[in-house]
């Protein structure tokens, strides 16, 4: 049975950074926000700005999970709180979109996949949108069609600068609050699944070298906000257990497509790269061609060939095929972007549910955030032995 996506219903936990961007990417889908969840102050200032009925205050997420008039949970709360409000909104039998990553530790996330994979189990999925980044999906079209050969290696890197100076704060600095690994897990993570959405195949083993520049950085008294501007003057010192910075190589697996069989990749992973806000930067580079593609300019991806002269293709133009259909929906030269890949994702995802789970799932799985923080805990043991690890 198929129904409208306009009727699903949304709730959403978190109303920080990147809760609005996802109460704005339902809205322009047609779906119905019914109900927010935050601390009482900005869950109810979320709630007026953006009209939605029902508000939870004091972080009481299992009140939303109670409301009939929610079918679908996107959790966009800290990563301490994901695994807890991810089972029990599958317990409650909702829907879930989860941000990234899934949880703090693997032994945690493993009680997702098993609660996720039970008979009748809603639907639930990891917010890496950027597989929904028209780019990408081409990119993806092209190595699955065998148009740039055999793939012989990835190189990349995501750079931000906005822990730049040991002054600047967020949540994510502290392990305790989002995890011990940082950069790698906080934006690494979208790399190495862009990187893996790409090629049809995962990441199994990696070797990483991991940094801290800072060692002491300072903090306010509060919390804050992510991106917020806080006064120097207020702050107090703390030894940072976080790296800013990391390099990683990894070894994928075997794709089924055939052209993706132990690819190497290496990438730079920084949150210190000064200039650089939100550079996801990846090259994929085979016997018959290569394609490189930022975040940055994401309505473009340079095609390399040795013989032919290189080409820059457009989004919604003749370069790009028609295997993009359906995640774009402006025409060329109307640059799409970060909100559009939340928009696509969810788009893909509300589809699968409202058609009774007949559509394909392109969007990462329980099983998919589960194995980035496996590749996270490797990353970090690797970093200390100073060897290749399995994930
Ligand atoms: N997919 C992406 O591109 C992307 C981008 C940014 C952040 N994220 C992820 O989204 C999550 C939130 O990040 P952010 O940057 O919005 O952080 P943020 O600090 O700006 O916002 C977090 C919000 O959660 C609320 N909160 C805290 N504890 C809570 C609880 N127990 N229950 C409900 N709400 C609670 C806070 O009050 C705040 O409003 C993180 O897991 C992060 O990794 C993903």
């Known amino acids: 049975m198929s129904i409208a996506l306009h009727q699903l219903r949304a709730g959403v936990i978190g109303t920080g950074f990147i809760g609005p961007v996802h109460i704005e990417a339902l809205k322009r889908l047609g ?14 200032a979320t709630a007026d700005r953006w009209g939605i009925p029902e508000v939870y205050g004091d972080y009481d997420f299992r009140a939303l999970l109670r409301s ?31 941000e990234k990553p899934l949880g703090m530790t693997a032994k945690d996330t493993a009680k997702v996949v098993a609660a996720a994979k039970r008979k009748n189990a809603p639907v639930f999925a990891v917010n890496y949108m950027c597989r929904f980044f028209p780019a990408v999906l081409q990119m993806r079209a092209l190595v699955a069609r065998g148009d740039l050969g055999q793939i012989i290696h990835v190189q990349g890197h995501f750079f ?18 989002g995890g011990k690994l940082r950069a790698v897990g906080d934006i690494g993570t979208h790399w190495i699944d862009a990187v893996s959405f790409i090629l049809g195949a995962r990441a199994e083993s990696v070797f990483a070298h991991l940094e801290t520049f800072h060692r002491t950085r300072y903090r306010p008294k509060g919390e804050v906000q992510t991106f917020a501007k806080i006064d120097p003057k207020t702050m107090v010192p703390y030894r940072c257990d976080t790296e800013d910075l990391g390099s990683v190589l990894l070894k994928f697996g075997k794709a089924r497509h ?66 993009v259909a359906g995640f774009t929906d402006y025409p060329g030269g109307h640059p799409e972007g970060f909100p559009d890949s939340h928009k696509m994702h969810y788009r893909a995802v509300y589809e699968h549910i409202a058609s009774g ?34 994930a």
């Open 68 to 98: 009939p008039s929610v079918d679908v949970i996107h959790i966009t709360s800290p990563n301490k709180v994901h695994v807890e409000q991810s089972l029990a909104a599958l317990a409650a039998g909702k829907h879930v979109i989860c």
């Open 258 to 323: 055939g052209f993706v069989d132990g690819v190497h990749a290496n990438a730079s992973i920084s949150q210190v790269a000064a200039g650089w806000k939100c550079s996801l930067a990846l090259g994929i580079y085979g016997t018959k061609g290569s394609v490189r593609w930022d975040l940055q300019q994401p309505n473009e991806i340079l095609v390399g060939r040795r013989e032919e002269p290189n080409q820059v293709l457009q989004r919604a133009t003749a370069g790009f095929s028609k295997d």
């Open 160 to 177: 931000q600068d906005w822990l730049l100076h040991a002054t600047d704060y967020n949540w994510r600095l502290l392990a305790s609050e």
């Open 357 to 390: 789970r007949r559509t394909p799932v392109l969007f990462a799985t329980a099983e998919d955030g589960h194995h980035e923080v496996k590749l996270c805990e490797a990353v970090l043991r690797s970093s200390r032995s100073r060897r290749w690890v399995k």
């Open 31 to 44: 779906v119905q926000v019914m109900a927010i969840c935050g601390s009482t102050r900005n869950a109810r």
